[in-house]
Nanobody, 123 residues
Framework: QVQVVESGGGLVQPGGSLRLSCAPS????????MGWYRQAPGKQRELVAA???????NYADSVKGRFTISRDNAKNTLYLQMNSLKPEDTAVYYC?????????????????WGQGTQVTVSS
């Protein structure tokens, strides 16, 4: 019923920038919080940044001052602007969205995940 698709990953040199996008679609009634997580090889998935429907944000300490999360509520789209990228930012980046569907607006928000997009920072 709800699909979450990320885009914008790729290969970039250290110090470079990338912008990730995430667009939930389907039978969506409302979206609450949205966020970005990442998982590097051999490591657990970790929070990168999150944003509420009202625009409040929080970031992992490792990305503060370099990454910016934002959302366009009219388009149901989430963004992650990543600047000053480092090799340790290399990971698969996953988007999630807490969604109420049209089929059951009385139900609690359910967290949907995308399939991930690869970000590789290397010279």
């Amino acid at each position: 019923q709800v699909q979450v698709v990320e885009s914008g990953g790729g290969l970039v040199q250290p110090g470079g920038s990338l912008r990730l996008s995430c667009a939930p679609s389907g039978s969506i009634f409302s979206i609450n919080a949205m966020g970005w997580y990442r998982q590097a090889p051999g490591k657990q998935r970790e929070l990168v940044a999150a944003i509420t429907s009202g625009g409040s944000t929080n970031y992992a300490d490792s990305v503060k001052g370099r990454f910016t999360i934002s959302r366009d509520n009219a388009k149901n789209t989430l963004y992650l602007q990543m600047n000053s990228l480092k090799p340790e930012d290399t990971a698969v980046y996953y988007c999630n969205a807490d969604v109420q569907t049209v089929a059951d607006v009385a139900a609690p928000f359910y967290r949907y995940w995308g399939q991930g997009t690869q970000v590789t920072v290397s010279s």
